[in-house]
C-alpha cells in the first residue's frame, strides 16, 4: 500500500431533461468518489479535467477544488461529490487528475482514467 493514494470511481448519467439534441447541447452529469487509500491524510487542492467530444474538440477545466471544497481526507475516508459536462456530440470522454497535498506537505497526483460520457444504448 502506498502512503500517498486515493481511488476514485465515477458514475455518470445522461441528463435528456437538460439537453437538447436538435442543438447539439447533450448534458451529463457525473458522481464521483474519492477515497483515500493510502496511509497519509491528505487534502485534494485542484482539479485538471479533458473533456474530448465525438469529432474529437477537447476542452481543458483545470480550478482549486471540487464544487467548492478541498477535501481534507484521513486513509479510509471518502468524499463524494456530482458535478456535469455538457458536450456537442452525443458522446464523449473525460479524463484528468487531482493534484493533492499529504499532511506531511508530500506533494502528489491523483490521475483520475478516461470514463465515457454517452447518451443510453448508443454504444456497441
Aim: hydrophobic share 35%; with cysteine.
Amino acid at each position: 500500500m502506498s502512503n500517498y493514494d486515493f481511488t476514485i470511481t465515477v458514475v455518470t448519467q445522461y441528463l435528456a431533461e437538460q439537453s437538447d439534441p436538435v442543438k447539439d447541447q447533450f448534458v451529463f452529469a457525473y458522481t464521483i468518489n474519492i477515497k483515500n487509500t493510502g496511509q497519509v491524510p491528505a487534502q485534494l487542492i485542484s482539479r485538471h479535467w479533458i473533456i474530448t467530444d465525438a469529432q474529437n474538440k477537447v476542452q481543458e477545466v483545470k480550478g482549486l477544488g471540487v464544487v467548492g471544497h478541498q477535501p481534507f481526507l484521513k486513509p479510509g475516508e471518502a468524499f463524494e461529490y456530482s458535478s456535469g459536462s455538457s458536450l456537442t456530440t452525443a458522446q464523449g470522454t473525460m479524463r484528468g487528475s487531482y493534484f493533492c497535498v499529504a499532511e506531511d506537505g508530500h506533494r502528489f497526483e491523483v490521475p483520475i482514467s478516461e470514463f465515457i460520457l454517452s447518451l443510453p444504448r448508443t454504444l456497441h
